[in-house]
């Protein structure tokens, strides 16, 4: 984007994921953007950009490793100027991001709840002795086998239709989505229940949109403005702060929460074994602008509990 607002002939790029969800999240950026701003649909394009996290499908995400699998290719568009803008899930972007770079734009938060998806039962309480589970993340598996030791983790990668068919071949039981994904998708329905916090903590950043952006690029800067959601950025500020915190790497099962009371901020956090063996929890109170100080006071006071090597045991 060459000029200050963009326009049919020189749009503002939104570079995203293809994936169904990460579409959505993409076109729905735009809409904010295009009602702020009173512009029509054709000033903006939506570059989909290949990643190498989703062309690998037959691998687990611990076997594939590194850092920003499905980032990267992304980041690199928005540093070479290929696109304006990129939409993320918050919950999948790494604690900092590359030099020149900064997301400090998010839209309203999503519903942050875990959906128990399962064609025959109701909630994880409801799931027979031994049943299969399928679930890819190490938080939801860490979280379900401290919860239920009996049941059998199986990995479940892939989109919801792919999961769904899954479960329709027998494949497992039951798995778990994000509510915020479901709803973004129209697709609810396929949610038995929603999994409470206080049952199961969601993922930091979990139903969260971030977009990110050149950090020279002011008249970006000055676009996102109108759609920036402040509540959301309190929220990710204090919950983001006690991942950092704790080092956080995709293999480290961690879940934590904000929510805001009136002036105040409540975080919950946790960490866990991989195999659920064990589980520690804590939570702070206090002023909305000192999020990040306590995000990063739980995160110390959890290590400090965990003791060297909590995270070491396998899954
Ligand atoms: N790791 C994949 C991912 N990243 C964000 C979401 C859902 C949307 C969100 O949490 O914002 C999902 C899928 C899922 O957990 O069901």
Same mark, same amino acid.
């Given at each position: 984007?060459?000029?200050?607002?963009?326009?049919?002939?020189?749009?503002?790029?939104?570079?995203?994921?293809?994936?169904?969800?990460?579409?959505?999240?993409?076109?729905?950026?735009?809409?904010? $953007?295009?009602?702020?701003?009173?512009?029509?649909?054709?000033?903006?394009?939506?570059?989909?950009?290949?990643?190498?996290? *989703?062309?690998?499908?037959?691998?687990?995400?611990?076997?594939?490793?590194?850092?920003? $699998?499905?980032?990267?290719?992304?980041?690199?568009?928005?540093?070479?100027?290929?696109?304006?803008?990129?939409?993320?899930?918050?919950?999948?972007?790494?604690?900092?991001?590359?030099?020149?770079?900064?997301?400090?734009?998010? $839209?309203?938060?999503?519903?942050?709840?875990? !959906?128990?998806?399962?064609?025959?039962?109701?909630?994880?309480?409801?799931?027979?002795?031994?049943?299969?589970?399928?679930?890819?993340?190490?938080?939801?598996?860490?979280? @379900?086998?401290?919860?239920?030791?009996?049941?059998?983790?199986?990995?479940?990668?892939?989109?919801?239709?792919?999961?769904?068919?899954?479960?329709?071949?027998?494949?497992?039981?039951?798995? +778990?989505?994000?509510?915020?994904? @479901?709803?973004?998708?129209?697709?609810?329905?396929?949610?038995?229940?929603?999994?409470? %916090?206080?049952?199961?903590?969601?993922?930091?950043?979990?139903?969260?949109?971030?977009?990110?952006?050149?950090?020279?690029?002011?008249?970006?800067? !000055?676009?996102?403005?109108?759609?920036?959601? $402040?509540?959301?950025?309190?929220?990710?500020?204090?919950?983001?702060? +006690?991942?950092?915190?704790?080092?956080?790497?995709?293999?480290?099962?961690?879940?934590?929460?904000?929510?805001?009371?009136?002036?105040?901020?409540?975080?919950?956090?946790?960490? @866990?074994? %991989?195999?659920?063996?064990?589980?520690?929890?804590?939570?702070?109170?206090?002023?909305?602008?000192?999020?990040?100080?306590?995000?990063?006071?739980?995160?110390? *006071?959890?290590?400090?509990?965990?003791?060297?090597?909590?995270?070491?045991?396998?899954?």
């Amino acid at each position: 984007m060459k000029n200050a607002r963009p326009t049919p002939a020189s749009p503002l790029r939104i570079g995203t994921r293809g994936s169904p969800l990460a579409l959505a999240q993409a076109f729905e950026t735009r809409d904010r $953007l295009a009602a702020a701003h009173g512009l029509s649909e054709d000033c903006f394009e939506i570059v989909v950009i290949k990643v190498t996290g *989703d062309q690998i499908q037959d691998k687990s995400l611990k076997e594939i490793g590194g850092k920003g $699998l499905f980032t990267r290719e992304i980041e690199e568009a928005l540093l070479e100027g290929a696109i304006d803008i990129a939409v993320h899930s918050m919950k999948d972007m790494p604690v900092e991001q590359p030099a020149g770079l900064i997301i400090d734009c998010y $839209l309203p938060r999503e519903d942050v709840r875990d !959906a128990f998806v399962s064609l025959r039962y109701k909630s994880i309480n409801d799931l027979p002795q031994g049943a299969v589970v399928g679930s890819s993340s190490l938080r939801r598996r860490a979280q @379900l086998a401290n919860r239920r030791p009996d049941l059998k983790l199986v990995e479940f990668r892939g989109n919801v239709q792919t999961r769904l068919k899954k479960l329709d071949d027998n494949v497992a039981e039951a798995t +778990f989505l994000a509510m915020a994904g @479901l709803s973004r998708l129209g697709r609810t329905e396929v949610a038995q229940s929603a999994i409470a %916090p206080e049952e199961m903590l969601p993922a930091v950043a979990q139903g969260a949109i971030g977009v990110e952006r050149r950090l020279e690029d002011a008249a970006v800067d !000055a676009l996102l403005a109108p759609i920036r959601d $402040l509540p959301t950025a309190q929220r990710l500020s204090a919950e983001r702060a +006690f991942l950092a915190e704790l080092d956080g790497s995709c293999e480290t099962p961690i879940a934590g929460l904000a929510l805001l009371e009136g002036e105040n901020l409540w975080l919950r956090g946790e960490i @866990l074994r %991989p195999d659920g063996s064990s589980v520690l929890r804590g939570e702070r109170r206090g002023p909305i602008a000192a999020g990040a100080d306590m995000g990063r006071d739980l995160a110390r *006071d959890l290590l400090t509990r965990a003791g060297p090597g909590f995270f070491d045991f396998k899954a």
